[in-house]
């Protein structure tokens, strides 16, 4: 597609329930990266993909949060059990190269509110 | 670890510069970026400058680094009503971005 889309755009679940968000990348890019924004925060790393593996996974809170993408392409992030202090926009950046060095495109988000 | 911090707020009036100032923790980063982002949209990289430059201009925007400060600004010339926004700084780490606060620029008519 023209750009980074994540859906769904805003997502209201409950305290204990278990939640996927999707990110699809810019075609061809080879590297993607889930960040993770709190209210009146700046984006919070979580995980780096380049290809289908997970190449930095050191941002992700706790075993609650799980990511794949299985093909290269499309991301799936997983969170089990979720509590209310996951409640936040989780944004989703693809890029053509090495991480950093090329610029990263990022989405609009998903608002993920746990109630 | 990283520590990337900015000031909240900054607000201008139209047509003048706005200044906004970054510190960053992190010698080693090979980047700095500044990202804008808008109510309800994604993050949009405005400008970066690579760790060996002092100075980067385009167009509008003013890009000055002092490595040895470890401090980064953004200037904008000739603010307009359409610059309101979140303005993010961003130090490069091995696989990922550091971002700080944001800054939130608001522009008086």
């Known amino acids: 597609g023209a750009g980074v889309s994540q859906t769904p755009s805003n997502k209201v679940t409950e305290k204990g329930k278990y939640v996927e968000l999707r990110c699809d990348p810019i075609?061809?890019?080879?590297?993607l990266y889930w960040y993770r924004q709190s209210l009146g925060q700046g984006p919070e790393f979580l995980i780096y993909f380049q290809g289908t593996g997970a190449a930095d996974d050191s941002g992700l809170p706790n075993d609650r949060f799980f990511a794949v993408r299985p093909e290269g392409s499309v991301s799936t992030l997983k969170i089990q059990r979720t509590e209310r202090g996951d409640s936040a926009v989780y944004l989703c950046?693809?890029?053509?190269?090495?991480?950093?060095?090329?610029?990263?495109?990022f989405g609009q988000g998903t608002r993920l509110t746990v109630v | 670890g990283e520590d990337v911090e900015q000031s909240l707020f900054l607000s201008v009036r139209e047509g003048d510069s706005s200044v906004i100032n970054c510190t960053y923790t992190?010698?080693?980063?090979?980047?700095l970026y500044w990202y804008k982002q808008e109510p309800g949209a994604g993050l949009q990289l405005l400008t970066y400058?690579?760790?060996?430059?002092d100075m980067k201009q385009d167009q509008r925007l003013t890009v000055l680094l002092n490595k040895k400060d470890k401090h980064l600004s953004l200037r904008i010339a000739d603010t307009q009503t359409g610059d309101s926004a979140i303005y993010f700084c961003?130090?490069?780490?091995?696989?990922?971005?550091?971002f700080g606060t944001g800054t939130r620029l608001t522009v008086i008519p």
């Open positions: 961003a130090e490069s780490g091995a696989n990922n971005l550091f």
């Open positions: 075609s061809g890019h080879t590297a």
């Open positions: 400058i690579f760790s060996n430059m």
């Open positions: 950046a693809s890029s053509s190269g090495q991480p950093m060095n090329t610029e990263a495109f």
């Open positions: 992190d010698s080693s980063s090979t980047y």
